[in-house]
């Protein structure tokens, strides 16, 4: 019965990591309803954010700022996000893809490529294929907070001040549902006027208080700071629903590993014990 | 009394988003009470409070310790900070963003291995694949 204990052995160490996979599904559930609350909570501000940005662009205002104003691309900026842990799916994986995709149209274009990478995962990707880049934040928790994102951002935004880019890219995750989260590319800079609507046709301008470019200095920088905060919860809420679906079939799989096993174990122990028989009864005979 | 929609959102949350019938602002050169119909006006806030006065005696108060105020003759934003943000804390956060990542990167030569790169990206999606077939299975 030395096959018997091998098989049985095989089932028990099955048997642990499907309770291993399904106490992580437990948790990702549990943490992905917390994080999708957050996702949800944090929305109006983007959107409001967004609402001024709009109505900024159509305000007839003597300062341009340098945020709106569209130059010669010969070098991006791109701030991506990924998860610091990974058996989350094929969240970062599909993530990568893209970015890979869009870093080789940029080469092919003659257009340099710098990167500002949030999450582990992506700085150890994009690190180890030799990628440039310039920034990156990792360990952002399951509750990441703006402040470990102003370096980034900042970083970025000085960049494009100085002229070192010429635009700003955020590439992250955007949840559609439990089941799908589609990895998106978003332009942040330069805001073109054109290619927003606000629904206002007449010419206006804003009372500004202290003066034009420091308000719109601060609320520009608020803005990309919004866009990017909101990736970054929404990528923590993509972590999570991608490692509980993940899981989920994990523990399926397993479950149908262990039905196999247990069918074989059976087979041979039954193979066993008709054998024995055999043999005991083809002896009796004989005597 | 005319009314002025007024929203006030933090990075983290919404905190208040209604009809009211003036809305009190610590605007950067001093206080400011907006009613209904107010002119076009932006300006960044000091750390205060914005005061909300609705069924025209009622006020309630609110926090900030900094933000954008935006005014659109019948809507008002307020993007409120609850964190204390100063310029040289910004600068500090790029400088170590920066940092970690020069740490992280030993070899700078900026050439993307796309051939590496697809490499290890086929080998997770073949495990991922795998998976999937197994699941069919």
Same mark, same amino acid.
């Given at each position: 019965m030395a096959a018997g204990k091998e098989i049985r052995n095989q089932i028990a160490s099955v048997k642990n990591t499907q309770k291993i996979t399904r106490a992580m599904e437990m948790v990702a559930a549990s943490k992905m309803r917390k994080t999708k609350d957050r996702m949800t909570a944090t929305r109006p501000y983007a959107q409001k954010a967004a609402q001024i940005i709009r109505?900024?662009?159509?305000?007839?205002?003597?300062? &341009?700022?340098?945020? +709106?104003?569209?130059?010669?691309?010969?070098?991006?900026?791109?701030?991506?996000?990924?998860?610091? *842990?990974?058996?989350?799916?094929?969240?970062?994986?599909? %993530?990568?893809?893209?970015?890979?995709?869009?870093? *080789?149209?940029?080469?092919?274009? $003659?257009?340099?490529?710098?990167?500002?990478?949030?999450?582990?995962?992506?700085?150890?990707?994009?690190?180890q294929i030799g990628a440039r880049i310039i920034g990156q934040t990792t360990h952002l928790g399951d509750t990441?907070?703006?402040?470990?994102?102003?370096?980034?951002?900042? %970083? +970025? /935004?000085?960049?494009?001040?100085? $002229?070192?880019?010429?635009?700003?890219? %955020?590439?992250?995750?955007?949840?559609?549902?439990?089941? /799908?989260?589609?990895?998106?590319?978003?332009? +942040?800079?330069?805001?073109?006027?054109?290619?927003?609507?606000?629904?206002?046709?007449?010419?206006?301008?804003?009372?500004?208080?202290?003066?034009?470019?420091?308000?719109?200095?601060?609320?520009?920088?608020?803005?990309?700071?919004?866009?990017?905060?909101?990736?970054?919860?929404?990528?923590?809420?993509?972590?999570?629903?991608?490692?509980?679906?993940?899981?989920?079939?994990?523990?399926?799989?397993?479950?149908?590993?262990?039905?196999?096993?247990?069918?074989?174990?059976?087979?041979? *122990?039954?193979?066993?014990?008709? &054998?024995?028989?055999?043999?005991?009864?083809?002896?009796?005979?004989?005597? | 009394m005319t009314t002025i929609h007024v929203d006030i959102v933090s990075a983290e949350r919404e905190i208040y988003s209604g009809l009211v019938d003036m809305v009190f602002a610590p605007a950067e050169l001093g206080e400011v009470g907006i009613g209904s119909h107010h002119a076009p006006f932006i300006s960044k806030m000091r750390p205060g409070e914005v005061r909300l006065k609705v069924n025209s005696h009622e006020e309630l108060p609110f926090f900030v310790s900094g933000g954008i105020l935006e005014v659109q003759p019948h809507v008002v934003t307020v993007l409120a900070d609850t964190a204390v943000r100063a310029h040289d804390i910004d600068e500090a956060a790029a400088l170590e963003a920066k940092h970690s990542a020069e740490e992280a990167l030993a070899d700078r030569s900026g050439k993307i291995d796309y051939a590496k790169a697809q490499a290890e990206l086929a080998q997770a999606m073949q495990q991922l694949r795998l998976l999937e077939k197994y699941r069919r299975k």
């Open positions: 109505h900024i662009a159509h305000a007839n205002s003597e300062y &341009q700022h340098p945020f +709106m104003q569209a130059r010669e691309l010969r070098r991006v900026g791109v701030i991506l996000i990924s998860s610091d *842990r990974g058996l989350c799916g094929g969240l970062n994986s599909n %993530l990568f893809r893209l970015a890979l995709a869009r870093l *080789r149209d940029w080469e092919h274009q $003659g257009v340099e490529v710098d990167l500002c990478v949030v999450g582990q995962k992506a700085a150890a990707f994009f690190a990441p907070h703006l402040e470990d994102l102003i370096g980034v951002i900042k %970083l +970025m /935004t000085d960049n494009y001040e100085q $002229g070192n880019i010429d635009a700003l890219y %955020l590439l992250s995750n955007v949840f559609v549902n439990t089941m /799908t989260q589609r990895p998106t590319l978003e332009k +942040m800079l330069p805001i073109k006027a054109e290619e927003l609507d606000a629904g206002m046709k007449h010419h206006w301008d804003y009372i500004y208080e202290p003066d034009a470019k420091e308000v719109l200095d601060e609320m520009l920088q608020r803005y990309v700071e919004a866009l990017v905060y909101q990736g970054a919860v929404e990528n923590v809420a993509c972590e999570q629903a991608a490692r509980m679906v993940a899981m989920k079939s994990a523990s399926d799989n397993a479950g149908t590993a262990i039905k196999e096993l247990q069918l074989i174990y059976n087979k041979t *122990r039954q193979a066993a014990i008709t &054998q024995e028989l055999a043999e005991i009864i083809a002896g009796a005979a004989a005597v | -």
